[in-house]
């Protein structure tokens, strides 16, 4: 029913998280799919590359920075020699003489670790690190001129860090020729990872903001279309500043998650998932301590999720308020001036800003709580695996360049969790926004209409009927109650009363800006429900008493987009409601500017204007809605011939409080109190001695 269940209330809004909201802004990346994959893709690439970098530090630092073995020398005695050796074939490298072997430092964190306490009780590891390079020409001449600090083995030769401040410089470049060479080779493979990488991130953020972009194009007009076929009862109940939010800021908000938000969601995804799996794999016992952490972080997350829900309802809560506020204040801006509104407004807008601004403190109080928490975890986390990577490095179960990877993964690990207040931030904004652009979507106060009757289409005449109409704005709050009347084909209707008697109601029933309660509504004989609206109302020319003139020119205010009216149509249009004589005053004529509203001309110019716009379309019904109230008496008389031009052929419904204007329609109907009291002639009523005489006609005249 009109005026129900059209408003909706900010306040009272439902959970943070439906999946009936996502699943419905799911269906605005239908189109997009293909791009979906691709971003996807992308993201898969673009991780696996970042991944890489740390691991190639790792690499770097083991093979050719600080390339290490432990030796390991078993007795002839030692039963476990044997197992040992061939459990552990493919780490060691056989030595210069029977039971003793090689084995990288880096590779010792594989030895399981009973068997790592075995041989170290044993004796049998030696906890010197040695630097080892293949065995070459070059190597073994250097060999040669140092004797007694080298060892060999199979394929390499080794010698103690200590002992390597004894070879010359120039031996010493030598003998770690190989080692430059791979230190140049990591830093081409950086070059060419970042290069690649960088590729991949422009294609990705590219198209993640063209998709973006093109869903928030497709949603605003979403919006803007259901708008416009919603019925007035709608914007009776909801302040334009909301609506424009809507369509403004709460797309922005929704932009932003699917770009910050839902795209990063899955490269966060792989991003932890990678860093956990290569965690594991360089060190399980360092990586358990950093995932002991974990239910604290989710414990914390759900803490702060619940404390901000609040606060960021309200934040957006104030906000639509200070929009809201705005608008009413800019709009009305001439009445708040002249009744000297200034202050009592700046009071009322200071309080809702005022609330705005405690809102925003309570969001800033949980943040500023939360990323300080994560901080410290993350802290912790680090002073965890220096503590305890540190010691296995210096034990030699764990490499130097295995611990610095691991510390970089596990700044990689924390940061998408330090950005879990920003994102949680965005995410619930954008929740709200789609809460709100829903609840105007999915707002069914749009009106009804059966198909139409082709014959309707074909054969409008003009014949109107009312047939015993009532109709309230609100319930039981009768504005029309019963009305019932008929209008001929090419008959000139007048309807008069006292404001609120229900004129201008009758007039938006029969457009059908609003449904009736009860009664039908027919259109040469056929129920207005079940004629197409917009064609309906292509049927009917309204000139109202407020003018309203969008932001352009004179002639786009006069045609409304119709291309098929000429320059000559257009001017024969305007001279015949006598519009030329002010326009063609105008500097730039038809072309001249018209701002927003039309505040550069008067009061008459624009009805004038509303006259020409009613010709240009030519319709079968004219409705005359106070449209000569505001005019002077001079002006009046300019179009009083083309009213009469105007209202000729048409049926003409003419709604006017100045009877000097309507005594020569062919019908007069008076309306008191929702109800057609009177009806008949400018002369019939007045010899009738009833309402139209004793409360219009005496009033005016006399």
């Not at 003139?549 to 249009?573: C, H, M, P, T, Y």
């Amino acid at each position: 029913m009109p005026g129900h269940s059209n408003s909706f209330q900010e306040e009272t809004l439902g959970r943070p998280y439906d999946l009936k909201l996502i699943r419905q802004f799911m269906a605005f990346f239908r189109p997009y799919r293909l791009f979906i994959i691709l971003i996807i893709f992308l993201i898969i690439l673009v991780t696996g590359f970042e991944l890489t970098l740390p691991y190639l530090t790792k690499i770097g630092i083991d093979h050719y920075i600080f390339p290490s073995a432990r030796r390991i020398e078993f007795t002839q005695t030692d039963p476990y020699a044997e197992e040992f050796k061939r459990t552990y074939a493919p780490l060691l490298m056989p030595g210069e003489k029977e039971g003793v072997f090689f084995v990288r430092s880096e590779a010792v964190n594989r030895i399981r670790r009973k068997d790592l306490k075995s041989i170290e009780d044993m004796g049998a590891l030696s906890k010197a690190r040695l630097y080892f390079t293949k065995k070459t020409d070059a190597t073994s001449h250097i060999m040669v001129r140092y004797p007694g600090l080298f060892a060999t083995g199979a394929a390499y030769i080794f010698i103690p860090y200590e002992d390597m401040t004894k070879l010359k410089r120039q031996d010493l470049i030598s003998l770690r020729r190989g080692d430059l060479r791979g230190v140049l080779v990591i830093f081409l493979a950086f070059l060419a990872i970042l290069i690649t990488t960088f590729g991949f991130n422009f294609g990705q953020i590219y198209t993640v903001e063209l998709i973006g972009q093109r869903i928030m194009h497709d949603l605003r007009m979403k919006i803007f279309s259901h708008l416009q076929n919603l019925s007035l009862s709608f914007f009776d109940n909801n302040p334009v500043g909301r609506l424009v939010t809507r369509a403004t800021n709460d797309v922005e908000n929704i932009h932003e998650m699917f770009t910050s938000i839902m795209i990063n969601l899955f490269r966060d995804v792989f991003l932890l998932l990678g860093i956990l799996i290569v965690l594991f794999r360089i060190s399980w016992s360092l990586a358990l301590i950093c995932v002991s952490l974990l239910p604290l972080i989710i414990i914390l997350t759900v803490f702060f999720s619940y404390q901000a829900r609040d606060a960021f309802r309200q934040v957006r809560v104030k906000v639509a308020s200070i929009n809201a506020s705005l608008q009413e204040n800019i709009s009305g801006m001439k009445v708040v001036q002249l009744f000297r509104r200034e202050e009592e407004n700046y009071r009322r807008f200071s309080r809702i800003n005022h609330e705005n601004y405690l809102a925003s403190m309570k969001q800033i109080v949980v943040f500023a709580l939360f990323v300080p928490m994560i901080e410290v975890i993350g802290t912790v986390a680090v002073a965890l695996v220096i503590w305890y990577g540190g010691g296995n490095v210096i034990s030699g179960r764990l490499s130097l360049g295995a611990l610095v990877a691991f510390l970089t993964y596990l700044r990689m690990f924390f940061q998408p969790l330090r950005d879990v207040s920003e994102k949680y931030n965005i995410l619930q904004s954008a929740m709200a926004s789609l809460e709100r652009i829903f609840l105007i979507l999915d707002n069914q106060s749009v009106l009804p209409a059966k198909p139409g009757k082709a014959s309707a289409r074909e054969r409008v005449r003009g014949n109107i009927e009312f047939k015993n109409v009532s109709f309230a704005y609100t319930d039981e709050e009768w504005v029309l109650r019963d009305v019932s009347f008929s209008i001929r084909e090419g008959e000139r209707v007048a309807i008069v009363g006292a404001t609120g008697a229900g004129k201008t109601s009758m007039i938006n029933l029969m457009l059908r800006f609003y449904d009736i309660h009860h009664g039908t509504i027919l259109l040469d004989g056929v129920d207005i429900k079940e004629v197409d609206t917009s064609f309906l109302r292509s049927q009917i020319g309204l000139v109202m008493q407020d003018v309203f003139l969008f932001a352009g020119d004179i002639k786009g205010n006069i045609v409304l987009g119709n291309d098929q009216i000429s320059q000559e149509e257009l001017e024969r249009l305007a001279r015949y409601v006598n519009a030329d004589r002010f326009i063609e005053k105008l500097p730039f004529r038809y072309t001249e500017v018209v701002k927003e509203g039309g505040a550069t001309l008067s009061t008459g110019e624009r009805q004038l204007l509303a006259f020409a716009r009613a010709l240009a379309f030519n319709p079968k019904i004219l409705i005359l809605d106070e449209a000569t109230s505001n005019i002077d008496t001079e002006t009046e008389r300019l179009i009083q011939d083309a009213l009469a031009k105007l209202m000729e052929g048409r049926t003409s419904l003419v709604i006017a409080h100045r009877l000097s204007t309507i005594q020569n329609c062919d019908r007069i109907m008076v309306i008191h109190h929702g109800k057609i009291r009177e009806e008949g002639t400018h002369a019939e009523l007045l010899s009738m001695n009833g309402l139209y005489y004793n409360k219009l006609y005496q009033l005016q005249y006399q």
